[in-house]
C-alpha cells in the first residue's frame, strides 16, 4: 500500500482538525507524492533537509518555519535572498516534501508539545493539570532552582539554561510552558492564579517575565523563571510525534533528527 504525504498529513492532524486559521500545511513538494521515509524536527534547517535525504527521507516534517518566518506560507519578501535561493535549490534537488506542523499539536488536548516535556523531564507521575496553553506538576521534595537547572541540562542534553530570581530558591509547584510562551500577558496570571514557584519557558521578551520575577523579589516573594530556549523546549514533543509515527507507519522508516547547537554563550 501506498502511503502519500496526505495520509500522513490527515493521520497527524488527530483530533485538532484542520483550523482555517492555521500555520500548518505543505512548504514544499505535494501532498499526493509517495512517502519513502519520513524525518520529524524541530526546525527543516538547511542542515536537516541534508541530513533527512541522506537517510533516504523525502517528507520531513517541521514544527517551526522554513524561511524564519512564523506567519510564513514561503520564502515571501526573502525571496531574493541568496540564503534562501540555495535552501530552496536544497530541497528541489534532493526531492524533500515538507511539512510543518505547528497549530494541531498545540491545540490537541493535551498540547502534544507541552506533553512531550513533561515526558522528557520525567514528570509525569507528578502532572497536577494540563491547561490549554501549559502544564503544572508538583514536586513534593522541592527543588532549588540550582538544582533545576542542572537537572534539565541533563534530562535534555542542552548546554545551558537562563534563570531569574534567587538561585537557592526551592521551587515545588511548576508551571510548564513550551516555546514563545514565556511573554508577561501569559505568564504573570500564571503566577498569580496557580501558585507558582517556578514557571519553566522556552522563550520570551526579557524586559516582561523576568522583570516581573524581579520586582517579585525584590517584594520578599519567592517566584523564579527558567528560559531552557525555544527549540529546546520543544524538540521533546516533536521527538514524541516521531515515536507516534512508527506507530501509525510501521511499515514507513521515520527517524526524528535533532537540531544541532545553534546558540553559544561566548
Known amino acids: 500500500m501506498t502511503i502519500k504525504v496526505q495520509d500522513v498529513m490527515n493521520r ?19 501532498g499526493d507524492a509517495a512517502v519513502r521515509g519520513i524525518a520529524v ?13 541522506e537517510l533516504g527521507a523525502n517528507l520531513l516534517i517541521t514544527h517551526e518555519g522554513v524561511f524564519y518566518s512564523h ?8 525571496g531574493d535572498s541568496l540564503v534562501v535561493q540555495g535552501k530552496l535549490e536544497r530541497i528541489h534537488s534532493v526531492g524533500m516534501n515538507i511539512y510543518r506542523l505547528h497549530d494541531a499539536p498545540h491545540r490537541t488536548e493535551p498540547d502534544v508539545i507541552t506533553d512531550g516535556l513533561v515526558k522528557a523531564l520525567d514528570w509525569n507521575d507528578l502532572l497536577e493539570k494540563h491547561l490549554p496553553t501549559a502544564a503544572v506538576v508538583v514536586l513534593p521534595e522541592g527543588m532549588t532552582v540550582r538544582g533545576m537547572a542542572d537537572y534539565i541540562k541533563d534530562r535534555l542534553h542542552v548546554p545551558y539554561v537562563r534563570a531569574a530570581g534567587s538561585l537557592d530558591t526551592v521551587c515545588k509547584r511548576i508551571g510548564i510552558a513550551v516555546g514563545y510562551r514565556g511573554g508577561g500577558q501569559h505568564v504573570i496570571p500564571l503566577f498569580e492564579h496557580e501558585g507558582l514557584d517556578m514557571l519553566i519557558a522556552g522563550e520570551g521578551p526579557e524586559w516582561e517575565t523576568p522583570e516581573y520575577v524581579a520586582d517579585a523579589a525584590a517584594q520578599g516573594r519567592d517566584q523564579t523563571l527558567m528560559l531552557l530556549g525555544h527549540g529546546a523546549s520543544e524538540e521533546p514533543g516533536m521527538r514524541l510525534i516521531a515515536d507516534r509515527l512508527r506507530d501509525y507507519f510501521q511499515e514507513i522508516p521515520v527517524h526524528y533528527l535533532p537540531a544541532r547547537p545553534l546558540i553559544h554563550i561566548v
Open 71 to 78: 506567519h510564513e506560507a514561503g520564502p515571501g519578501p526573502l
Open 12 to 30: 497527524l492532524m488527530g483530533q485538532a482538525g484542520s483550523p482555517a486559521a492555521s500555520v500548518d500545511g505543505i512548504v514544499a513538494g505535494d
Open 41 to 53: 524536527a524541530f526546525i527543516a534547517s538547511h542542515d536537516v533537509i541534508v541530513r533527512a535525504a
